[in-house]
Each structure stands twice: as structure tokens, then as C-alpha cells.
């Protein structure tokens, strides 16, 4: 079956610093999205990317998606104590099919 | 935040008793899901519904069952609890956007401990 791998599994990062996490699947996808969950709380969806090669940002965040369509990558630049979190991957291998997510990064912020 | 409530939120239960957790949508939408999270598995699907007494399994489906007799309310019923349920289960939903794809909501979450 389709299989989504993160990596790192965990990142800690000084504040102010930035970092990448990667996202790779084993089949081309039709879209991926991300997720991110706070401690104790519930995946929140942050976006969605669907064409080939597109890069996406929010604030400081640069989501990009890649050119053949199995991997991804999340950016975050001068991160902040509010980036703390497990970030996660998902992808769809169709348009309407189930999401399958990947293990997360767990994001920790060193003041 | 998608109007989503899962009951119970926290639940202690022992081994070999049934358990049902139950999500209720206002949002109308077609698709529920229920997910279970754990260290080190991220999310993973236990069943899904795409209509009302329509459902199908997830990757991770055996000791669980669903049902949906309305559009709003998706029971995960665990007919005989086990030590490797204990989990925290998310119910979600979703509305195909068609060529882009599902966007899926999350409720807060059921913390279940099976003793």
C-alpha cells in the first residue's frame, strides 16, 4: 500500500533558527496537505498543494511540493516558541481517495 | 474550527468490555473518519463513512466497527476492548473539492485507557 515517510521524527531548533522537515512518498499523489498539532490538541489543516513543483508560503512557512510529485518539504525560517508542534505530511494518491499521513516531525523551540 | 464533537473525550474502560465513541458533525458533510494516533504511527485510519450506512475499512480496522445511520453521527464501536486500543481517537470529516482533493477537519480527540 501507499507509504508516507517524514523525516526527522524530531527536530529541536534554536529560536530564531531555521529548519526544513521532508516528506516522501512512495507513489506519485494527486495532492499532498499539511497538517500541524499543537500539544494536546488536534491536527489543524495549513495547506494543501496539487501542481507539480509549486511552492506555497504562509508567513514563515514555504511549502513546496515536488517536481515528480512524491515528496514535499515544509520550511520554516527564524522559527518561533509558537512553531512547537507535530507537523504533519498527508497525501492523497487520487482526487477523492483517503489521505494517508505520514509519522510527523515534532517540532521543539529552545528559547 | 469545523463543527465536530466527539463524546466521550476522556474514557477509562477494562479489558474485554465494548466501548463506543460517537462524532457529531453540524457541517453536513459526506465524508467522517475515524483515526486513532500513537507514538511513533502518526494517524492512522480505522474506518471511513462516504454516506449515510456507507462505510469501509482503514488500514488498521481489525477489533473495530461503525456505523452511520445519519449524515451527522459516526459511532467507532470497539466490540471487546484491548490493552493495544489504548489510543487517543480522532473523528474527522471532509467534503471532496473534487479535482483538488479531500480537506480534512479533526475533532478534539477521545482519550481512551484500556486496563
Redesign the interface.
Known sequence: GQQVMQIPQYQHVQEGEDFTTYCNSSTTLSNIQWYKQRPGGHPVFLIQLVKSGEVKKQKRLTFQFGEAKKNSSLHITATQTTDVGTYFCAGERAAGNKLTFGGGTRVLVKP | DAGITQSPRHKVTETGTPVTLRCHQTENHRYMYW?RQDP??????IH?SYGVKDTDK??VSDGYSVSRSKTEDFLLTLESATSSQTSVY?CAISE??????????????SWLTVV
Not at chain 2, 511513533?40 to 485510519?45: D, I, K, V
Not at chain 2, 471532496?96 to 480527540?109: A, L
Open positions: 483515526y511513533g504511527h502518526g494517524l492512522r485510519l471511513y482503514g488500514e480522532f471532496t473539492t473534487g479535482i483538488t482533493g479531500n480537506t480534512i477537519y479533526f475533532g478534539e480527540g
